[in-house]
């Protein structure tokens, strides 16, 4: 069983930043790429932004230059650094890790995901 959990979220004015965690627990042997996913009602989960074990990462165009993601593989946990908010930012955020547990099965995880509401 793996989890991930992601804390953060919350209301912010536009211009601001918050900065989101997630944390992977469980019976995981090694954690490849993880990333950030936003979701608004009515569309689809969309990637924010993802970073590989060896720390290269990758940005959804409408984030670069104002979004960092980061990781801290020994700890197994993933931070988006989110600033210069707009009120388009405005989603559910789920992280999202492709682990590999103890019985050597490798899958795709999911957080329950945290609301980020940024005002005009």
């Known amino acids: 069983q793996v989890q991930l959990v992601e804390a953060g979220g919350g209301l912010v004015q536009a211009g601001g930043s918050l900065r989101l965690s997630c944390a992977a627990s469980?019976?995981?042997?090694?954690?490849?790429?993880m990333g950030w996913y936003r979701q608004v009602p009515g569309k689809e989960r969309d990637m924010v932004a993802i970073i590989r074990s060896g720390g290269i990462a990758d940005y959804a165009e409408s984030v670069k230059g104002r979004f960092t993601i980061s990781r801290d593989n020994g700890k197994n946990m993933a931070y988006l650094e989110m600033n210069s908010l707009k009120p388009e930012d405005t989603a559910v955020y789920y992280c999202?890790?492709?682990?590999?547990?103890?019985?050597?099965?490798?899958?795709?995880?999911w957080g329950q995901g945290t609301q980020v509401t940024v005002s005009s």
């Open positions: 999202n890790a492709l682990v590999t547990n103890t019985a050597r099965s490798t899958f795709v995880a």
């Open positions: 469980g019976s995981i042997f090694s954690i490849n790429t």
